[in-house]
């Protein structure tokens, strides 16, 4: 009965009419072509990740079930041997507690420095800019030279660390070839290296906090460090999260730093995940072995990626 | 009486500001120091600084950045990295936004499926896949060779990811619009789209670029030739071969590698602030 009613309201008038059945044809027609496109713009993506990222992790899965010859190739199949083998092994259990200290270290330093150069940043002095600036500068600075410049100061003989040292009459320290002051020594360049990027952030999130809360506070009669603690830190704890997983996902990625600095040594005492997965694959020739770490070292980044997913997801819908 | 009160006041704030410059210009000297001293050193004659002497010693010199330039070859692996980075950096840009548009503009069958798909490879580290990788590019013929550093990382998954949020704010009408003029997806794509993400496309560009130049053991395992070398790995190699016997050369060469950087730095800052707001805080 109500269909029979003519409804002049729902009737759109002439010429617009026309042009959104065209319009919704015409897109109509394009969907059509959306899989050819699709193809076209998605495939060689997909193509790349599949090759150089899904098949590399499967074929390490599948390795890390056999035993390898010296080029890598799986000879005889033992199932989860490998990995029982590695949980017991005092050497890469040693590598383990060493990344988690160098990681943990790097992460709360990292955080700590980052958020202090960014609060005094954040300050209305004259001159300012210049300061921010400098603290921004070693986002520039790559892993080789950063390396060149603290191998430098940790050199044993003629770095300046020593001369400090000396100085206050105390005996040399061989930086790096110590094992507690050589995961000391790659944790404080790691931590200078991340300074630029966490200051950068940090600054950033102090920023956008408004300024109105500040005022409010003060009329109130909040002391500073009151603010701080109740207005700032909460505000910035979102910047906080994203430094702490971004510093121990580059943490249990860092190779470089460790490789020109130490070389895993002394006694491996700074040889971390990543670092075993190369020597054990390119230096030693255990590919099984090397492919379980590897494995291992991919499901803890997993698993910390997967957690900062949700926590953006929360933020961010996508 | 308000007067000493002001007085106080200014003279509080006088004392927290001094003690404020105080804290900020040592931690100025902290974070600036590694690098400046090493910047210093690149000036010292060798025989200064084997014999440890930092100051006071002889003149400044220019020798080191002489050595640098004629006998390493430094200025080849800064060719290197840029050739590679600048390749990687415009693949990204193209790839990463081609399958951006495939996610948001166009309809097509398992859309989410490929979708988390390419946000799980973000969770893979690239770092533990390095040794199927390597067989890989052994079989295709391509180790030691320039391509090697350049097509495993045509696209990036975190590319994808980011200009897919920013695409996702193009309105709809638009794509309607261009429905109704007959534009093909890819005029939408060029005329439309990549104009309108010119910031995060440039974001992306900043990230892609150091990403590339900072690549590190990739090119370690897959190159061996000298004139392949990108300069992290060149860096390396002169470290390693030449710091006991002349320091100031590697300190030049430290120099003459971080200089570029710092330029590229000082003009994207803007973006990579940009990228970091699209990344993490929203």
């Known amino acids: ?318 | 009486m308000e007067n000493t009160i002001m007085k106080q006041a200014t003279k509080k704030r006088l004392l927290g500001n001094t003690f404020k410059y105080l804290l900020l210009g040592i931690l100025a000297f902290i974070v600036i120091f590694p690098f400046a001293l090493g910047i210093w050193t690149s000036f010292l004659p060798s025989m200064d600084i084997a014999k440890g002497t930092l100051w006071g010693g002889g003149q400044l010199t220019l020798h080191n950045y002489v050595t640098a330039f004629t006998q390493t070859k430094i200025l080849r692996y800064l060719l290197n990295s840029l050739v590679i980075a600048t390749l990687v950096t415009l693949a990204h840009l193209f790839f990463c936004s081609l399958g951006a548009y495939a996610f948001v503009f166009l309809d097509f069958k398992y859309r989410d499926f490929f979708f988390y798909v390419v946000l799980g490879t973000m969770m893979l580290p690239f770092e533990a896949e390095v040794i199927p990788n390597f067989a890989t590019v052994k079989m295709l013929g391509l180790l030691n060779h320039y391509s090697v550093m350049v097509i495993p990382f045509l696209t990036s998954a975190f590319g994808i990811f980011m200009l897919r949020q920013t695409f996702k704010q193009i309105p709809r009408d638009l794509k309607e619009a261009a429905d109704v003029d007959g534009l093909s997806h890819w005029q939408f794509y060029w005329k439309v789209v990549m104009p309108y993400s010119k910031i995060s496309l440039c974001t992306l560009a900043a990230y892609s670029f150091l990403g590339a130049w900072n690549q590190y053991l990739w090119p370690m395992l897959t190159t061996f030739s000298d004139h392949l070398r990108p300069v992290q790995d060149g860096l390396r190699q002169l470290q390693s071969e030449e710091t006991f016997n002349d320091w100031g050369m590697v300190q030049a060469s430290a120099a003459i590698v971080v200089v570029p950087t710092l330029i590229v730095l000082y003009i994207g800052q803007h973006y990579f602030k940009s990228g970091l707001n699209e990344g993490s805080v929203k």
């Open chain 1, 1 to 318: 009965m109500i269909e029979s009613l003519p409804s002049t309201k729902q009737q759109p008038k002439g010429p617009e009419a026309n042009q959104e059945i065209t319009a919704k044809v015409k897109s109509f027609e394009l969907k059509k072509n959306d899989k050819y496109y699709a193809w076209l713009f998605l495939g060689p993506s997909i193509l790349l990740l599949t090759v150089f990222v899904f098949f590399p992790m499967l074929r390490t899965l599948y390795l890390s079930l056999f035993l390898t010859d010296t080029f890598g190739n799986p000879t005889v199949f033992v199932g989860l041997k490998n990995y029982a083998i590695l949980l017991k092994s005092t050497s890469y259990i040693a590598s383990l507690k060493a990344t988690g200290t160098y990681v943990i270290s790097v992460s709360i330093f990292t955080i700590i420095f980052g958020l202090l150069l960014a609060a005094l940043a954040n300050q209305k002095l004259r001159g300012i800019g210049f300061f921010r600036n400098i603290f921004t500068a070693t986002m520039g600075v790559s892993v080789s030279v950063s390396a060149v410049f603290w191998l430098f100061m940790f050199n044993p003989s003629i770095g300046i660390l020593n001369k400090v040292v000396t100085a206050f009459g105390f005996h040399p320290i061989a930086w790096l070839t110590t094992p507690g002051w050589a995961m000391t020594a790659v944790i404080a360049t790691t931590v200078w290296m991340h300074l630029g990027f966490t200051f950068l952030l940090f600054f950033g999130a102090l920023q956008a906090v408004p300024k109105s809360l500040y005022d409010a506070a003060s009329v109130s009669g909040a002391s500073s460090r009151y603010q701080f603690w109740h207005i700032t830190l909460p505000m910035i704890s979102p910047t906080m999260f994203f430094v702490a997983v971004i510093t121990l996902i580059s943490g249990f990625k860092s190779f470089g730093l460790i490789d020109l600095m130490t070389g895993g040594g002394p006694t491996n005492a700074t040889n971390l995940l990543v670092y075993r997965v190369y020597k054990d694959a390119f230096m030693n020739g255990n590919y099984a072995q090397a492919s379980t770490e590897a494995i291992f070292l991919t499901i803890i980044i997993a698993i910390i990626t997967f957690v900062q997913f949700k926590l953006l997801a929360k933020r961010v819908n996508y």
